[in-house]
């Protein structure tokens, strides 16, 4: 049974500014949930409408059965997925030391939940351990987010922070003689597939549509583009650009990609 | 203006089966419209909010001016973009000839109309010219998947196909001592990075959920996968899998990367 005003506290959690009043988001779904399960993070309550079996390390989590159609009413999915979890927000500490071993991606103001959702899931997938958004990036507990990671909001730890005075923090951390390598996602940058790439560093991936802003230009280190292969244009259509752009995500795909091949 | 039975008529398009039996399909937006407009396919009629301008070659097209709220009426967006456009669906042969001699992509039963939209716009970015879908992919001239294509739709061939039997009609064509190339993106397959790409043949990506369907499976020449770089997990985790795998439109991307990386 699910009680009334525990289904309208819920619910409250749909709205960011609820989610850091309380510290608390919500996650859906039994991969999502197994996954949160399994990593550092606290769920403090699950709402399951099947016999949702916990581990023996998770008997203290309190799991309240509920009916679909109590599911129904709280969840932010069109097709709710058996369970729902209220997790505790965690607290990153940005360690430069350890930012500077590594290779980790910048999101300068990433807009679209899903973007950013795939962008985790990608990261997971090629051993990114941290991101490291803007503080104008969408926010992380928001439930689209969150979903589109298909769990991987469990192992990839997002920071927010103004983006200019971390790079200044992170550029004074680095030793001299030690490498501090930028790759900023443009245009008009260098050949991604010919460009000398370190296995630590920040990517820098810029808004889906106005690019990396004009106050994080000065401490990018390398342009890089992924250059495209589009047909050329004839008749009717020559002149006119083709492929202009990779989708946010895409890109960063594959960047990540051509990193970690370069790894072995 | 906008006629009471024009807004019915466009707002009827919205449905599959009116778009089959019409031959007709809506696009939105001030860059998709231009890039059909300077693409081989047939705008029939423009909806405009604002004063829009054909080009010389164009002047044929009838371009409607409506009101704001008029626009809003017969739009799939949630923030109508200046101009809609009523086009022509247009039909492609399948050329098995053409077919062997590029790198093409083969989606079996991609369902999400992001997905398609945006696995569209890679096949523009990496120059490749024709897709071959399942007849249960999703429908490209579904709205969702042509404004996701931001434009690419009117560059990239989208044909829908029977998949063994294309499959099977295709390596007959296939001349003796030819190269018959065609990959499989799957969990268990060869590592991507060090997979004997040939420049042409065929990618095949599978349903976001089951993967490639059975009966296309002794089709498939070379299984690929996208080496996983997740960090190993300890503690708690350890035993349990972490990132599972990538979106289909991801994994698509990083693979048309690395097909076209080396070309040169």
Redesign the interface.
Known sequence: MLAKNEAKFINSLKLKKNRDQEGLFVAEGV?IV??LL??GMKVKTIYSSRNFQLSI?NYHIDVIRIKESELKRISSLNSPNEVLAVCEIPHYNLDHAILGKQLSLVLDTIQDP?NLG?II??A????I?SIICSPETVEVYNPKVIQAT???IS?VKVHYTELPAFMEAQQKQTKRGEDFAVYGAALDGENL?ETDLKAKGFVVIGNESRGISSDLLPFITHKIC??????P?TG??AG?S??????A??AT??IC??F??R??
Request: glycine share 6%; proline share 2%.
């Open positions: 991969k197994n996954d399994h990593s390390f899903g795939t899931r990608i997971d997938w090629f051993g351990e298909m769990g991987s192992r597939y992924i250059p495209s292969f589009s047909l244009l009717l259509q006119i083709s492929a202009e752009s990779l989708n995500a895409i795909a594959v990609s051509e970690r091949r790894l072995k």
